[in-house]
């Protein structure tokens, strides 16, 4: 609130503090604009008729701070002359109140202002997450065609191969070519899996199974993948430990987690697959012998479409939509899942989910103090 007057100051904050605003009030427009620097009001009262700044230069001046051309402002004036009340709306005021100001025609004004300033801030939030969602749309297909571009091209080599064109083909490189197909797949069926998960959230179909068994399965879903780059993987679980969830989606979970080891690990390293009871719970790990990854990007990584340059620990652009997958998985279980550091060197990515579902949850998951 702006005004010279401290009768009037008195009278309005008394109006406004009956219906619960909170009031900061001032007397002149110079302490109006510098106390905007630090303070953000939902609306201001303001008086016309000021010595020094009047109340028409205050509103011109507050209209190009950033968002003042949001902020709601109110005119007060004592003044009967229409061509003030145009004045007032050629400043970019957005109301004009007569004095004496009567406290219901206030508080009506006051609301209704308020009112449209939240429905304005619906707006604005809901255009800037469609912009945000377009552009997020337009970067997957950028990211898509560039990284599918090299798999595919290895694919047509290998199927070259395969119609003699180019020679025999070896057993291993029918083993890649498989393994590129694969990955092709996961990431593929990642995508669909985070749109579904973002808009429903991620189904589950859990059952009771044993870890070891399903670790043996997954073994050799990886092993030549590995075999290709002189990669080393072991494997470590109790043989009585079972756990409740989804065994695909868990697949798929480490199978990205795998990935990313011998993606970011020297040919020749090894990385450990290690299951273990930790309580309630059941944890996972993946350990590699990579470079590891700072302390300050192991939360973005998880985050879509952004993953580290296999040849720095820099973090760049890419589909990388493996780790936000894996995220969605774990809170779809639950769960959590983190990375930490490696002993000597290296990176753990860690997944912990509960034994069994909780009770009373769900088997999937989606993921008036205002200021005038």
């Not at 990955?183 to 991620?202: K, P, S």
């Not at 273990?276 to 939360?299: F, K, T, W, Y």
Request: aromatic share 4%; charged share 30%.
């Amino acid at each position: 609130m702006v005004d010279d007057d401290a009768l009037a100051r008195r009278s309005l904050r008394a109006m406004l503090e009956r219906s619960y605003y909170v009031v900061e009030a001032v007397e002149t427009g110079q302490e109006a604009l510098s106390i905007l620097s630090t303070y953000q009001p939902d609306l201001v009262l303001l008086d016309i008729q000021m010595p020094g700044m009047d109340g028409l230069e205050v509103c011109r001046r507050i209209r190009v701070l950033p968002d003042g051309d949001l902020l709601p402002i109110i005119f007060l004036t004592g003044d009967e002359r229409l061509e003030l009340h145009a004045e007032a709306l050629r400043a970019k005021g957005d109301d004009f109140l007569r004095k004496p100001i009567r406290s219901a025609e206030l508080i009506i004004r006051v609301r209704s202002l308020m009112r449209l300033k939240r429905l304005q801030a619906e707006v604005q939030a809901e255009r800037d997450n469609l912009l945000d969602l377009q552009k997020q749309r337009e970067q997957l297909f950028e990211f898509i065609v560039h990284d599918l571009k090299n798999p595919l091209s290895a694919i047509q080599m290998g199927l070259d191969l395969l119609d003699g064109t180019q020679g025999a083909a070896s057993q291993n490189q029918v083993h890649r070519l498989r393994d590129t197909a694969r990955y092709m797949g996961r990431m593929i069926q990642n995508i669909l899996d985070i749109g579904r998960a973002e808009q429903v959230g991620l189904e589950l179909r859990k059952t009771r199974f044993g870890l070891a068994g399903w670790l043996a399965g997954l073994q050799q879903e990886v092993e030549s993948q590995a075999q290709s780059r002189q990669h080393r993987l072991s494997w470590e679980c109790p043989e009585e430990l079972e756990v409740e969830a989804d065994a695909e989606v868990l697949q798929r979970l480490l199978l990205n987690l795998i990935d990313n080891a011998l993606k970011y690990s020297p040919n020749g390293s090894q990385t450990r697959i290690v299951a273990r009871s930790d309580g309630n719970s059941v944890r996972l790990e993946v350990r590699d012998q990579g470079d590891g990854i700072p302390e300050a990007m192991r939360e973005q990584i998880f985050g879509k479409f952004v993953r580290l340059d296999e040849r720095s620990t820099d973090l760049r652009s890419g589909s990388g939509l493996g780790l936000a997958f894996c995220r969605m998985a774990a809170e779809a279980h639950e769960g959590r899942i983190w990375v930490e550091d490696n002993d000597p060197k290296g990176s753990v990515f860690a997944l912990e989910i509960p034994r069994t579902r909780r009770a009373g949850l769900p088997e999937s998951s989606g993921g008036n103090s205002e200021g005038a």
